[in-house]
Nanobody, 124 residues
Framework: QVQLAESGGGLVQAGGSLRLSCVVS????????MGWFRQALGKEREFVAA????????YYADSVKGRFTISRDNAKNTVYLQMNTLKPEDTAVYYC????WGLGSPTDRNYDYWGQGTQVTVSS
């Protein structure tokens, strides 16, 4: 059984930074493509960033391109989302997800395992 645990969320002022972490247990991380998604209150879940199992393909939503960076450390079974220049509209619960086929993609239905989420709140 694969389990994902996010951490690093919190309250930050606009313009600030946070780094989210997602630790994968139960299987080795290097087998999986990984993605970050978010869901704001009253809105549908949306794609944020994704990385393939080898890290050779990376995708970002247009809304975060240039501000967020996804990375992975397979030795630590951890995926990161570095978030800079945060805006109030980035406020959401952030989820990491694992794609068994290793591709990483912007489509949430391609993911097989999900974490519980971590709250990010950006004040203006």
């Amino acid at each position: 059984q694969v389990q994902l645990a996010e951490s690093g969320g919190g309250l930050v002022q606009a313009g600030g930074s946070l780094r989210l972490s997602c630790v994968v247990s139960g299987r080795t991380l290097r087998d999986y493509g990984m993605g970050w998604f978010r869901q704001a209150l009253g809105k549908e879940r949306e794609f944020v960033a994704a990385i393939s199992w080898r890290g050779d393909r990376i995708y970002y939503a247009d809304s975060v391109k240039g501000r967020f960076t996804i990375s992975r450390d397979n030795a630590k079974n951890t995926v990161y989302l570095q978030m800079n220049t945060l805006k109030p509209e980035d406020t959401a619960v952030y989820y990491c997800a694992a794609d068994f086929w290793g591709l990483g993609s912007p489509t949430d239905r391609n993911y097989d395992y999900w974490g519980q989420g971590t709250q990010v709140t950006v004040s203006s």
